[in-house]
């Protein structure tokens, strides 16, 4: 009889403090059991991680998989086997589904769905809108509320003062806004494109969705922060201007995430994707790109998600502005990340915190984000040393296309763990494997 179900032996095991020391790790009932070199026990599976890194699953705390609604783009199936391939153990995600999550209701068959099908754990956001205050305090288990304050993807909008003071002072869950101005955006949308003007370059999107739109958006939001003593979440941060701002104006009420798109690409980038680089906020320039790296590096920004938001190719391919916003993601942060890990753009402490601990404190998650004994048994074994190139054809998400396209990227999972089962082995998904609920402190 075993001791355990898995043991993974001689990786080289990733602590919080982005120090790695050659040890074993034994997992029972789903959680770490002990860690430490030549454990003495046996177990039902033994994987031999030598030569390779053993990190917590990544976080992942925000993406859209599309289920209900959009299921061609995505669905929760889908989209955790696209997340455990790229190490990817725990995902939180977004209400703008159709029907969008907005009560129990929604939420109930959102959370039966994923205990069908996913090989991910989950979690899930509930929508604000300007009249369901009762059931965004009631309804659960959720991560926290998403205020979408401009208009995105999906019907969710709320950004009146009354309806956002109405929200704010009423409850005391984490809110998660999505920070943009819809009044400047509406304006701006009639000067660059009302009355039927022609765009051929689908660059005039982050001409529109200015850094401005975004500032007068989050001001806003660390106002009412402030006001109504509100647990405050600004999600996929993307300007200097807003950096700036947060460094001085930052409460303890009040994080910040920001996405691999804005880390690794620019509105440069407009020209060899087209509205493949199309997302909501948008590209920025190369002096927003380096605020938000100095942003992470200071604190300012406390970790990273990647706002996936699969559409297919033949959507994406419409000509602006009917092309619709938003890149997939979530199969390829951890590569990225461990690429610029590699290339020195910043040490495996930070990527830890802002990948795996970062996102796990924030939301109270409960035993995620760290490789400690008592933790869930929820890691990525990856392989530093050799690199693969992305491509579309590779990629597990049902639209099959990534903005990396090209890139050579170490750091691909070769064992994903979920629950102290094997998600994700031999580039395959093992079928039978199914994630729990995020449980919340
Ligand atoms: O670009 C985006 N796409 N930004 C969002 O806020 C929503 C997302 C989507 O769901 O497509």
Same mark, same amino acid.
């Given at each position: 009889?075993?001791?355990?179900?898995?043991?993974?032996?001689?990786?080289?095991v990733?602590?919080?403090? *982005?120090?790695?020391?050659?040890?074993d790790?034994?997992?029972?009932?789903?959680?770490?059991?002990?860690?430490?070199?030549?454990?003495?026990?046996?177990?039902?599976t033994e994987i031999?991680?030598?030569?390779?890194?053993?990190?917590?699953?990544v976080?992942?705390?925000?993406v859209?998989?599309?289920d209900?609604?959009?299921?061609?783009k995505?669905?929760?199936?889908?989209?955790?086997?696209?997340?455990?391939? *790229?190490?990817?153990?725990?995902?939180?995600?977004?209400?703008?589904?159709?029907?969008?999550?907005?009560n129990?209701?929604?939420? &109930?068959?959102k959370?039966?769905?994923?205990?069908?099908c996913?090989v991910?754990?989950?979690?899930?956001?509930?929508?604000?809108?300007p009249?369901?205050l009762?059931?965004?305090?009631?309804?659960?288990p959720?991560?926290?509320?998403?205020?979408?304050?401009g208009?995105?993807?999906?019907?969710?909008?709320?950004?009146?003062?009354d309806?956002?003071?109405?929200?704010?002072?009423?409850?005391?869950?984490?809110?998660?806004v999505?920070?943009? &101005?819809?009044?400047r955006?509406?304006?701006?949308?009639?000067?660059?494109?009302?009355?039927?003007?022609?765009?051929?370059?689908?660059?005039v999107?982050?001409?529109?969705?200015?850094d401005?739109?975004?500032?007068?958006?989050?001001?806003?939001a660390?106002?009412?922060?402030?006001?109504?003593?509100?647990?405050?979440?600004?999600?996929?941060?993307?300007?200097?201007v807003?950096?700036?701002?947060?460094?001085d104006?930052k409460?303890?009420?009040?994080?910040?995430?920001?996405?691999?798109?804005h880390?690794f690409?620019?509105?440069?980038d407009?020209?060899?994707? *087209?509205?493949?680089?199309?997302?909501?906020?948008?590209?920025r320039?190369?002096?927003?790109?380096?605020?938000?790296w100095?942003?992470?590096?200071?604190?300012?920004?406390d970790?990273i998600?990647?706002?996936?938001?699969?559409?297919?190719?033949?959507?994406?391919?419409?000509?602006?502005?009917?092309?619709?916003?938003?890149?997939?993601?979530?199969?390829?942060?951890? +590569?990225?990340?461990?690429?610029?890990?590699?290339? &020195?753009?910043?040490t495996?402490k930070?990527?830890?915190?802002?990948?795996?601990?970062? +996102?796990?404190?924030?939301?109270?998650?409960t035993g995620?984000?760290?490789?400690?004994?008592?933790?869930?048994?929820?890691?990525?074994?990856v392989?530093?040393?050799?690199?693969?190139?992305?491509?579309?054809? &590779?990629?597990?998400?049902k639209?099959?296309?990534?903005?990396f396209?090209g890139?050579?990227?170490t750091?691909? +999972?070769l064992?994903?763990?979920?629950?102290g089962?094997?998600a994700?082995?031999?580039?395959?998904?093992?079928?039978e494997?199914?994630?729990? +609920?995020?449980?919340?402190d």
């Amino acid at each position: 009889m075993p001791d355990c179900e898995l043991i993974v032996r001689d990786g080289w095991v990733a602590a919080s403090d *982005g120090t790695v020391r050659k040890a074993d790790i034994a997992c029972r009932n789903g959680r770490i059991d002990s860690i430490g070199p030549s454990l003495e026990l046996t177990g039902k599976t033994e994987i031999s991680a030598r030569g390779l890194v053993v990190l917590p699953g990544v976080i992942d705390a925000q993406v859209h998989f599309r289920d209900p609604g959009n299921t061609h783009k995505e669905d929760l199936a889908s989209g955790s086997r696209a997340a455990v391939r *790229g190490g990817v153990t725990s995902f939180l995600e977004m209400p703008n589904t159709h029907p969008p999550t907005i009560n129990q209701q929604e939420l &109930d068959k959102k959370l039966a769905r994923a205990a069908e099908c996913s090989v991910a754990n989950y979690g899930f956001f509930i929508g604000a809108t300007p009249n369901n205050l009762e059931h965004i305090n009631s309804a659960g288990p959720v991560c926290g509320i998403k205020i979408f304050m401009g208009s995105s993807t999906g019907t969710l909008l709320v950004h009146s003062d009354d309806d956002l003071e109405n929200i704010f002072a009423n409850g005391s869950r984490l809110i998660a806004v999505h920070a943009e &101005d819809e009044e400047r955006l509406r304006a701006r949308m009639q000067s660059f494109l009302g009355d039927g003007k022609k765009v051929d370059d689908v660059a005039v999107h982050s001409q529109i969705r200015d850094d401005q739109s975004a500032l007068i958006a989050t001001k806003r939001a660390v106002r009412l922060s402030k006001k109504f003593n509100r647990r405050l979440h600004i999600l996929h941060l993307t300007s200097a201007v807003e950096v700036d701002y947060l460094r001085d104006n930052k409460t303890d009420l009040i994080t910040v995430e920001c996405t691999p798109n804005h880390l690794f690409l620019t509105e440069n980038d407009y020209a060899h994707l *087209g509205s493949f680089a199309q997302m909501n906020p948008p590209l920025r320039t190369i002096r927003d790109q380096q605020a938000l790296w100095e942003g992470l590096k200071d604190g300012t920004i406390d970790f990273i998600a990647t706002d996936h938001a699969p559409h297919t190719k033949s959507e994406k391919a419409k000509a602006y502005p009917e092309s619709p916003s938003g890149m997939p993601g979530v199969e390829t942060s951890l +590569p990225m990340m461990l690429t610029a890990w590699k290339n &020195d753009q910043c040490t495996l402490k930070q990527l830890l915190k802002w990948l795996c601990w970062g +996102p796990a404190e924030i939301y109270g998650m409960t035993g995620k984000g760290r490789l400690e004994q008592g933790f869930d048994a929820d890691f990525a074994i990856v392989d530093v040393n050799s690199y693969k190139t992305v491509r579309d054809e &590779d990629m597990f998400t049902k639209v099959s296309w990534s903005q990396f396209r090209g890139r050579k990227l170490t750091g691909w +999972p070769l064992w994903t763990i979920v629950g102290g089962k094997i998600a994700f082995a031999d580039n395959k998904i093992q079928e039978e494997v199914r994630g729990s +609920p995020v449980r919340y402190d």
